[in-house]
């Protein structure tokens, strides 16, 4: 029996363990999140959390899950909603999603896309945020020309390596 006087009754915990992680990843990237910190702040003990994600990885990868959905909306809506250049919009909405969230994006795109096999959702999502890409840019060698720019453009804003004042006057020389 739980030394607890509380018993174990809190709703969607998944959803919240997911909520405190991304706090937790926004604040100070994958390497603040933590299954225990997670749970802490979702009200429960470490172990209700493990029986939602196995470890660490589970709970990475449903942010980035959840990143990946995010972004992919992104880049649909951004093709969608553009009277000009589709491939421009999409690259826009590509580094303003990165320089928004930087701590979400680099998981999306850090070592745990690697290990996507492991983790089927993230596979599956991943590759649907690449096929808004495809769908506008028509081949996928262009899609992966401009994929490549575009996320080397928000790394080296990101890292301070480009430090611009007006990220749209930048994106507009660089990307259209």
């Given at each position: 029996?739980s030394t ?7 709703g ?5 363990l997911?909520?405190?992680?991304e706090?937790l990843?926004?604040?100070?990237g994958?390497g603040?999140?933590s299954l ?5 702040m979702?009200?429960v003990?470490?172990?209700?959390a493990?029986r939602?994600f196995?470890?660490k ?23 969608a909603?553009?009277?000009?250049n ?8 590509y ?7 930087p ?18 959702e ?11 890409l ?20 928000a790394?080296?804003l ?5 430090q611009?004042?007006n990220?749209?006057?930048?994106l ?5």
């Amino acid at each position: 029996m739980s030394t607890s006087e509380k018993p174990y009754h809190h709703g969607d915990l998944r959803a919240a363990l997911i909520e405190a992680g991304e706090t937790l990843l926004d604040a100070g990237g994958d390497g603040a999140v933590s299954l225990r910190e997670a749970a802490r702040m979702a009200g429960v003990s470490a172990t209700a959390a493990y029986r939602h994600f196995a470890d660490k990885d589970a709970l990475l990868a449903a942010l980035a899950v959840r990143g990946f959905r995010a972004f992919g909306q992104a880049l649909g809506e951004a093709a969608a909603g553009t009277k000009g250049n589709p491939l421009y919009a999409q690259g826009r909405a590509y580094v303003r999603f990165a320089l928004a969230r930087p701590g979400r994006f680099r998981l999306m795109f850090g070592p745990l896309l690697a290990r996507a096999e492991a983790h089927p959702e993230l596979r599956d999502t991943s590759h649907h945020a690449f096929d808004a890409l495809l769908a506008v840019a028509g081949d996928r060698d262009e899609a992966l020309r401009r994929w490549a720019m575009v996320h080397g453009l928000a790394h080296l804003l990101l890292d301070g390596a480009i430090q611009e004042e007006n990220v749209d006057a930048l994106l507009e020389r660089v990307i259209s």
